[in-house]
C-alpha cells in the first residue's frame, strides 16, 4: 500500500529540546515537502526535496532544518524548538511534476 | 507570486442542501494545476482533483462538482445534497506548472454539516 508515514503523531516538548520528526515513502518518490498547518493560515511549505542530497527553503523555513540522504526518508529537525513552532506538521511526496502529492496522516507538536 | 484566497472561512448548512465553496487564486504562470483537498476532522489531507489550466471543462464526481473560469481565476467546488461526512475543512491549492511546481495553498473553509 502506497503511503507516507510519519512518525511520532503527537509531540509534547519543552523550549531548546532538540528533535526530529520522521518521514517515509515507500512510492519511490523523488519530490518531498514538508508543511506546517496553523489556525487561518493553511498549510505553509517549511522544505522541499527535488531528491537525494537536493533540498532548498520554502516559504517557513526559519527554525528548522531537512536532509534527504535516501530517496525515501525525509526527516524534519528543529534543533532549538520554540513555542511558535506548535503546529500540525504534514509530509508529502510525488512522483514528478504533474502528480498529485501524498501527505502523512500528520504530527502535532506542542512546545512548551 | 502565487496566491490563493478562499475567502469564506466556515459555512454551516442543513444537511441535503447544496454548498458552492469559494476559491480565488492569483498567478503570473499562463500554465498551472489547481487543487482541492478535503482535511476531515481526523485530520488526514485527502486529495479530492487535479485540473490544469489548459483544461476548463467542470467535472463532476458523484455529488461532488467543480466550475473551474479561468477568466474570473476562480475554481468553486460544490457539493450536491451534502451529507454529514461531509463536514471537514476543504483547501484549495495552486501551482505553477515548470520548475520545482511551488504548491500554494489556501487558508481553508471549514464546513458544518447539520443533521
Not at chain 1, 523523488?30 to 527553503?57: A, C, F, H
Not at chain 2, 450536491?80 to 511546481?101: E, K, N
Amino acid at each position: 500500500e502506497a503511503q507516507v508515514t510519519q512518525n511520532p503523531r503527537y509531540l509534547i516538548t519543552v523550549t531548546g529540546k532538540k528533535l526530529t520528526v520522521t518521514c517515509s515513502q515507500n512510492m519511490n518518490h523523488e519530490y518531498m515537502s514538508w508543511y506546517r498547518q496553523d489556525p487561518g493560515l493553511g498549510l505553509r511549505q517549511i522544505y522541499y526535496s527535488m531528491n537525494v542530497e537536493v533540498t532548498d527553503k520554502g516559504d517557513v523555513p526559519e527554525g528548522y532544518k531537512v536532509s534527504r540522504k535516501e530517496k525515501r526518508n525525509f526527516p524534519l529537525i528543529l534543533e532549538s524548538p520554540s513555542p511558535n513552532q506548535t503546529s500540525l506538521y504534514f509530509c508529502a511526496s510525488r512522483a514528478d511534476l504533474k502528480n498529485i502529492q501524498y501527505f502523512g496522516a500528520g504530527t502535532r507538536l506542542s512546545v512548551l | 507570486a502565487q496566491k490563493v484566497t478562499q475567502a469564506q472561512t466556515e459555512i454551516s448548512v442543513v444537511e441535503k442542501e447544496d454548498v458552492t465553496l469559494d476559491c480565488v487564486y492569483e498567478t503570473r504562470d499562463t500554465t498551472y494545476y489547481l487543487f482541492w483537498y478535503k482535511q476531515p476532522p481526523s485530520g488526514e489531507l485527502v486529495f479530492l482533483i487535479r485540473r490544469n489550466s489548459f483544461d476548463e471543462q467542470n467535472e463532476i464526481s458523484g455529488r461532488y462538482s467543480w466550475n473551474f473560469q479561468k477568466s474570473t481565476s476562480s475554481f468553486n467546488f460544490t457539493i450536491t445534497a451534502s451529507q454529514v461526512v461531509d463536514s471537514a475543512v476543504y483547501f484549495c491549492a495552486l501551482s505553477d506548472w515548470g520548475g520545482y511546481q511551488k504548491v500554494t495553498f489556501g487558508t481553508g473553509t471549514k464546513l458544518q454539516v447539520i443533521p
